[in-house]
Structure formats: C-alpha cells, structure tokens
C-alpha cells in the first residue's frame, strides 16, 4: 500500500470516530489538501493547529457539517457561491469535496493565501471552483446574482471606541 492511501485510511478510521463516512476519493482529497496546508503552514500562516488530526477533527469537521446542512437548503440545482476570506481554504476546500453543487468562489485579498489555494484547488481538481484574489466588495458585485455568500471570518472585529471617562 503507497503512502497516500496509508495516509486515506488513517483518515478514514479518524473520521469514523467521528461519526463522519468518507468515501475512498474524499479521504484522498483530504490526504492532499491536509498535506498542502501543513507544508504551507510553515511559510504562511494559514492555520493554528499543527496536526493533520487536529485540523481535520477541529476545522475540517465543519466543512462537512455545512455540507449537509447546505443539502437541506432550497438552494438553486447549480448555485453560485462566494466564499469571502478563503484564507486556509476553510470550509471551502473541504466543503468542495462534499458538496459539489454549483460554482464555488474563493474570494481571498492576501496574495500568499491565493497562491495556495490556486494550488490546492487545481492538486484537488476541485471542478468549478475558482480563486479570485480580490477584496469582497470588489467581488460580489462581479459575481452578482451569488445564491449563498459564506465566511468563516475575513476581518477583524472593530474595536469599540468609549468616550472618555475622565473629563
């Protein structure tokens, strides 16, 4: 057995643990973008955990859980879908494995990020799945009608501003 499907099948009997099915395909999907995100992790910083176990049981894990969330939605037959601040690829790379209706747009301002998710989309040969390096107010409109919009966070929270409080 070669090494990619060592890796599919540890990822298969990890995913069982948690409740979660994978076809051979998905495992070896997951197998190549896991290995991607953890060799660009150490130039970019792209994600915080540093195991494939842990990014698979605490990020990619949602991916799937939106998957079959997004089944129950009266969505479109083929709907278009932004994905703003793909970042990592998070859930959109994943997700794409899953759920693989419609165009999918990943929409990420930070070149590097772009660059890796370009990569992963084409090693994955993740069908009608684009990367727009481009801020999401440029994107939405070129994009526009997009029937599901998603974000797993691309800005920081602003701050609050108090009033002085001493006078």
């Known amino acids: 057995m070669?090494?990619?499907m060592q890796n599919a099948?540890?990822?298969i009997r990890l995913c069982e643990k948690?409740?979660?099915?994978?076809t051979k395909d998905q495992a070896l999907?997951?197998?190549r973008y896991l290995q991607m995100l953890l060799k660009w992790n150490k130039?970019?910083?792209l994600v915080g955990p540093g195991s494939w176990q842990t990014i698979l049981a605490d990020l990619v894990a949602d991916s799937w859980q939106l998957a079959d969330y997004l089944e129950t939605l009266p969505l479109p037959e083929a709907p278009r879908t932004a994905d703003l601040g793909a970042g990592a690829g998070l859930p959109g790379i994943p997700l794409r494995l899953f759920w693989t209706a419609g165009d999918?747009?990943?929409?990420?301002i930070r070149q590097k990020r772009s660059a890796f998710l370009l990569q992963a989309v084409s090693a994955l040969g993740l069908q009608r799945t684009f990367v727009r390096l481009q801020r999401a107010e440029q994107a939405l409109p070129a994009l526009a009608p997009v029937e599901l919009c998603l974000s797993r966070a691309f800005?920081?929270?602003p701050r609050p501003s108090f009033p002085d409080r001493n006078p």
């Open 104 to 108: 999918y747009h990943l929409v990420e």
């Open 155 to 157: 800005m920081p929270w």
């Open 2 to 4: 070669d090494a990619a």
């Open 9 to 11: 099948s540890r990822i």
């Open 18 to 22: 948690l409740d979660r099915p994978l």
């Open 29 to 31: 999907g997951l197998d």
């Open 43 to 45: 130039r970019v910083n």
